[in-house]
């Protein structure tokens, strides 16, 4: 069985925040923001709209583009570090919302690399033959969970809310064919990019402020990160695995696209400069979505999709890095039988 990306949506808040307006909040000048990460513009959730409704929008538009409907699959998976609810997961929401069938739906906790892992396990539920028809979904609404702060200056500047959603199928005659994928993990960097809390590391699981000990603010709630472990470890790892995904007989240079996630634009240039790709092999959106998690490749792809046109044989590559480590690329080629 082949796994075919067939259809691809997208979908982020109406709400455009300025590096000007976040960093009043933050404490910080809005050149400040965009040096360090190529970020002009982010988009916030506003009012009492949810991930599922990003979701669902992005889902209806990869459905249509592949000619289905919701009824038509047989497993819903969803990639996502910002969940409406600790439990059940968006998966289950967003089923309810797209279908009347009891189709199976879970959710995939791999934040940054969370769509790759999630694409992965979708193509190895169609070779396996126990799917032909996987809606993807990789979505994020940051704006809720980030310090708005000085102390929270470096991590509030990266993110953005938005969701993409991909469909892939079992020997489509046009689409993007996943030919190989590799994820790769190193757990013992675990506490250099995470947010802490809510979690069963202590008792209870929900910070309490009337307890006596407790006098001080609880930041565990907030995103930490190690910044510069972080870039040096990802500009390390996204060429390596890169050349691991590819076949031999294909270089860099002949890869149509290369789709990687929008973490941060400078960690991106540097990855492109060390394999000498060119600007046109590497198309990005972080200067106006910043870093959207396990939405930024859909988001990305559904995007530069809709305006190109490709030709049968060309070569994609996925590739992203987050916390955890974790890391992967995926290899794809344009058919039409």
């Known amino acids: 069985m082949k796994a075919i990306c067939t259809g691809f949506g997208h979908a982020v808040p109406e709400t455009t925040i300025t590096n000007a307006a976040l960093g009043e909040r933050l404490g910080v000048d809005a050149s400040w923001i965009e040096q360090r990460t190529g970020i002009q513009e982010r988009r916030f959730l506003e009012g009492d709209k949810q991930l599922s409704d990003l979701a669902e929008a992005a889902a209806r538009m990869a459905l249509q583009e592949a000619a289905l409907e919701a009824d038509d699959l047989d497993l819903i998976l969803f990639a996502t570090l910002s969940s409406e609810y600790c439990f059940p997961g968006n998966g289950m929401l967003l089923q309810r919302r797209l279908c009347q069938k009891h189709i199976p739906a879970m959710d995939i906790r791999n934040q940054c690399t969370g769509f790759l892992y999630a694409l992965s396990t979708a193509r190895a539920y169609i070779q396996a033959g126990m799917a032909q028809k996987v809606l993807v979904v990789g979505g994020e609404v940051h704006s809720r969970g980030l310090e708005f702060s000085e102390e929270g200056r470096v991590v509030t500047s990266l993110f953005g809310d938005g969701a ?76 390596k695995v890169i ?52 939405g930024s490749i859909p988001i990305l792809m559904s995007e530069n999709l809709k305006e190109e046109r490709s030709e049968a044989g060309e070569h994609v590559v996925l590739a992203g890095f987050g916390s955890g480590f974790g890391w992967g690329a995926m290899h794809l080629i344009y058919q039409e039988l």
């Not at 993007?176 to 675990?190: F, K, P, Q, T």
């Not at 960690?267 to 396990?294: F, R, W």
């Open 164 to 239: 993409g959603a991909v469909v892939v199928e079992a020997n489509a005659e046009k689409g993007l064919r996943i030919e190989n994928s590799i994820l790769n993990a190193d757990g013992r960097h675990a506490e250099v990019l995470m947010v802490k809390s809510p979690g069963t590391w202590r008792h209870p699981h929900a910070y309490d402020p009337s307890l006596p000990h407790n006098t001080e603010p609880d930041r565990s709630y907030y995103p930490y990160m190690e910044g510069r472990r972080v870039f040096v470890s990802a500009c390390k790892a996204l060429p």
């Open 243 to 294: 050349a691991e995904v590819l076949p031999e007989e294909v270089a860099a240079a002949d890869v149509r696209r290369y789709y990687f996630h929008q973490a941060n634009l400078r960690i991106n240039e540097h990855v492109a400069k060390s394999m000498g790709l060119t600007a046109e092999q590497c198309p990005y959106n972080i200067d106006k979505y910043g870093n959207c998690s396990a």
